[in-house]
């Protein structure tokens, strides 16, 4: 079993070229579910001692252990991939993952920042210090591009261009695309240049990051995270962003402001339009709570409709 796990996380890897944060995903969903095994199937030796069943019980067990719904979903995904790609290695006769089914689990509206949280946030870095001006070139380019912090933490100084003001992006599955960078991101970025410092005894991936730590080397994506929580407490936003929500921000704006929905699929590097089209019920909401506060009818309307009631 563990054999055929391997042979498939290789296959993720270098014919399907995901990323290292996919691939950490997939060894978690399978963690937990040879952990299940273990516990309550006993020894799988290979992925044709498995059946429908055995499958379902992993399903009832994970309910069991009151796992979120999308957790379900991503894990049992993870499997319906890895019994595909055991048929084609003729490793399996059929797919027992192919009858599962998976929970609803709705679509939640992602969060954002509104123009106001945003400016505050992006000013909070101290101006005068280098890792100050290096966490405003973060957030500066996180927001203007649209970057997941994957993309961004990937980043070297050769993939911005400054005469055209883009920079190259590797995105999911390595999927390469071109980001366009605002002028206030550009000024951010000029002034951290002038203060990086790279380790010059570390590796040349190392050096050629943009964005360093304080030992001159390549910043994580939990480097990220941190740097984010400790201004988001700074400004009074704790509980309303993850890097991830700057992404969600961007793309929010940029529709308000009145972009085609391709156009911000293009940017966000979406494969499917209808991964972009939450921005638009996001947008909308926003026009209808507007519409209600502001349009004197629409409250009476409201008002009235409770009356009947």
């Known amino acids: 079993m563990h054999a055929a796990i391997d042979g498939f996380l290789r296959h993720l890897k270098i014919e399907r070229n995901c990323s290292e944060l996919t691939l950490k995903s997939y060894a978690e969903d399978f963690g937990s579910f040879l952990e299940y095994l273990a516990e309550r199937v006993g020894t799988v030796n290979h992925p044709r001692e498995l059946d429908v069943g055995a499958l379902r019980g992993y399903v009832s067990y994970l309910h069991e252990c009151e796992y979120a719904k999308t957790t379900i979903a991503r894990r049992l995904a993870c499997l319906r991939s890895f019994f595909r790609y055991a048929q084609r290695e003729k490793l399996v006769d059929t797919n027992p993952a192919k009858a599962l089914r998976t929970p609803r689990t709705g679509r939640r509206l992602p969060k954002f920042l509104t123009g106001e949280q945003i400016n505050k946030l992006l000013e909070a870095p101290p101006a005068n210090e280098p890792e100050g001006l290096r966490d405003r070139a973060i957030l500066e380019t996180m927001y203007s591009a649209g970057l997941r912090v994957a993309e961004l933490v990937s980043l070297n100084v050769g993939d911005w261009d400054q005469d055209a003001n883009i920079v190259r992006v590797f995105g999911k599955g390595r999927k390469e695309r071109v980001a366009p960078i605002?002028?206030?991101?550009?000024?951010?970025?000029?002034?951290?240049?002038?203060?990086?410092?790279?380790?010059?005894?570390?590796?040349?991936?190392?050096?050629?990051?943009?964005?360093?730590?304080?030992?001159?080397?390549?910043?994580?994506?939990?480097?990220?995270?941190?740097?984010?929580?400790?201004?988001?407490?700074?400004?009074?936003?704790?509980?309303?962003?993850?890097?991830?929500?700057?992404?969600?921000?961007?793309?929010?704006?940029?529709?308000?402001?009145?972009a085609d929905l391709r156009s911000v699929q293009e940017l966000l590097g979406h494969k499917s339009l209808t991964t972009t089209q939450i921005y638009t019920h996001v947008s909308t909401a926003r026009l209808r709570e507007t519409y209600e506060k502001a349009h004197p009818h629409a409250t009476r309307r409201r008002k009235s409709d409770q009356d009947k009631n």
């Open 182 to 258: 605002g002028r206030f991101a550009a000024i951010a970025l000029y002034r951290w240049l002038d203060v990086r410092r790279p380790d010059p005894k570390a590796a040349t991936s190392e050096q050629d990051a943009l964005f360093l730590n304080r030992f001159g080397r390549r910043l994580t994506t939990r480097s990220i995270g941190r740097m984010l929580e400790k201004h988001l407490k700074e400004t009074g936003l704790i509980r309303l962003a993850t890097p991830h929500t700057l992404r969600h921000t961007f793309a929010t704006h940029l529709l308000d402001g009145g």
